[in-house]
Nanobody
Framework: QVQLEESGGGLVQAGDSLRLSCAAS????????MGWFRQAPGKEHEFVAH????????YYADSVKGRFTVSRDSAKNTVYLQMNSLKPEDTAVYFC???????????????????WGQGTQVTVSS
């Protein structure tokens, strides 16, 4: 079992930056792929980025590539999502997710992930 808790959301203006954190607890993390999804009102969950814990390999949605960076701190069991140049269309509830993997693979579907945090709201005003 893996428990995930997000923090760092808030209200910012377009062009600002924000860093989300996801504190993970539970069993061994080395085989985890950690993902970030977001969900805007009335929309489906949208893949944002993921990172493989053991290697640091990462993958991004085209909509955030070049603006968002996912990273992890193994000493703190925490994954981060650094969001720069925020746009109003980035407004959503952001979820931290996890799944166990034996190898690196691109995982962009919500159903790929077994563990989800409760989400944190990010609102970007224009």
């Amino acid at each position: 079992q893996v428990q995930l808790e997000e923090s760092g959301g808030g209200l910012v203006q377009a062009g600002d930056s924000l860093r989300l954190s996801c504190a993970a607890s539970g069993r061994t993390f080395s085989r985890l792929t950690m993902g970030w999804f977001r969900q805007a009102p009335g929309k489906e969950h949208e893949f944002v980025a993921h990172i493989r814990w053991i290697s640091g390999n990462s993958y991004y949605a085209d909509s955030v590539k070049g603006r968002f960076t996912v990273s992890r701190d193994s000493a703190k069991n925490t994954v981060y999502l650094q969001m720069n140049s925020l746009k109003p269309e980035d407004t959503a509830v952001y979820f931290c997710t996890a799944r166990y993997d034996t190898t690196y693979a691109v995982r962009t579907a919500p159903a790929n992930y077994d563990y989800w945090g409760q989400g944190t709201q990010v609102t970007v005003s224009s």
